[in-house]
Structure formats: C-alpha cells, structure tokens
T-cell receptor, first 114, second 114 residues
Framework: DAGVIQSPRHEVTEMGQEVTLRCKPI?????LFWYRQTMMRGLELLIY????????DSGMPEDRFSAKMPNASFSTLKIQPSEPRDSAVYFC????????????FGPGTRLLVL | DQQVKQNSPSLSVQEGRISILNCDYT??????FLWYKKYPAEGPTFLIS?????DKNEDGRFTVFLNKSAKHLSLHIVPSQPGDSAVYFC?????????????FGTGTRLKVLA
C-alpha cells in the first residue's frame, strides 16, 4: 500500500484566498484524522471521521475551517478565507479501527498564507 | 490549557547511552498514551503505546513507563542510535461518550551523537 497520500505537499497563498487540502487514507481504514502542527502548539487534532461520518470536530479552530469525506478514499480540509495565522503543517492520518489502533500519518501539507 | 506537556524541547545523548523522554499530563481520565517519532518533512510514525491500566510496556529498544500518581509518562530508548534522532511526541487519548480526544504534546527533539 502507498500509505496515506496528501496533496499538495506545499501551498503558498495570499490572505483571503480559499485553500483546499486533500487526503487519501490507507485502503480499508475506517478512521481518518486531520491534524495541524505549529511550533507553538505542537500537533492538534482538528477533526476525525469514522466510516466517512464526522465524529468530533471540536478541534476545528473557526468556522473558516471545514472538512468533508464524501467517500472512504477521499477527504478534504478547506480554509475559507485563509489568514496568515493558518500557516502550519497539516497532516492527515488514518487507522483501521478504534483509538487503540496505530494511526498512519501522511507526509503533510505545508501551508503558508501571506 | 496544555493538558499534555513535554517540558524539554530538546535532548542530546551519546550513541549507545539511554535516552529518556518525558511527558506530563494533567487529566487523570486519559485511557491510553502513545509515543510518535517524526523525521523532518515526514509525518509522525507510531512507536509504542500503553494503556492507563498498565505501568510499563516494552518493545525492543523502546520502553514506556507510566506513573499515574505523578501523571507522568516516559520513553526510554536503550541503546540510543544516531537513527533515533528525531522529534518525539507523546499523546494522550480520552474516550468521552463514544468519541475520542487525542491530545499531543509539543514534542522533544532528540539528537543522538555518534
């Protein structure tokens, strides 16, 4: 298996623009997670899905952030409008089942909002 | 409110010696703890985990110790190797009403000197 795939790997955009990050989880995994990593706060869980259904989005910082999982093999994280403080590395991860299962992370998308 | 803290941002250890990475938490309701390793430009990878009902878990060179009374978690790497140089994140998981809360520390950068 190719592992968790994220695109793009790098994104530079201007404040106010819409940003869409994409993730393809490992086939057969039931859970998908979106994280954000910053120097100040480390890794933060933004939202996670179970069988394509959002379970907990309490980590989403603001209404500007939204995530969808239209099918088992694809998820998006959208920021609209983007702000400089959204600059971070965004990781997607997937796991087979349950919180005790190992999460497999993608390589991340490095976002810079100017 | 940082519920999971890694107070040492960096650590240097000589090759062959023991590396001890520490993590403190504030919430006694966490069910599970995990350690992840992260190389630059890559996503975190799972290392080892421990349930809150145990006090030790060992996997090869890696051992995790849990001291619930002190709300303290540590990862021991023996012997340390240059390839262990990475950022290490501890994470705590809490189940609440069927949902999972993952909280990560800010990471400790380990450098193993040859």
């Amino acid at each position: 298996d190719a592992g968790v795939i994220q695109s793009p790997r790098h994104e530079v955009t201007e404040m106010g623009q819409e940003v869409t990050l994409r993730c393809k989880p490992i086939s057969g995994h039931d859970y998908l997670f979106w994280y954000r990593q910053t120097m100040m706060r480390g890794l933060e869980l933004l939202i996670y899905f179970n069988n394509n259904v959002p379970i907990d989005d309490s980590g989403m910082p603001e209404d500007r952030f939204s995530a969808k999982m239209p099918n088992a093999s694809f998820s998006t994280l959208k920021i609209q409008p983007s702000e400089p403080r959204d600059s971070a590395v965004y990781f997607c991860a997937s796991s087979f089942a349950g919180f005790q299962e190992t999460q497999y992370f993608g390589p991340g998308t490095r976002l810079l909002v100017l | 409110d940082q519920q999971v803290k890694q107070n040492s941002p960096s650590l240097s250890v000589q090759e062959g010696r023991i590396s001890i990475l520490n993590c403190d938490y504030t919430n006694s309701m966490f069910d599970y703890f995990l350690w992840y390793k992260k190389y630059p430009a890559e996503g975190p990878t799972f290392l080892i985990s421990i349930s809150s009902i145990k006090d030790k878990n060992e996997d090869g060179r890696f051992t995790v110790f849990l001291n619930k009374s002190a709300k303290h978690l540590s990862l021991h790497i023996v012997p340390s190797q240059p390839g262990d140089s990475a950022v290490y994140f501890c994470a705590a998981v809490r189940t609440t009403s069927g949902t999972y809360k993952y909280i990560f520390g800010t990471g400790t950068r380990l450098k193993v000197l040859a």
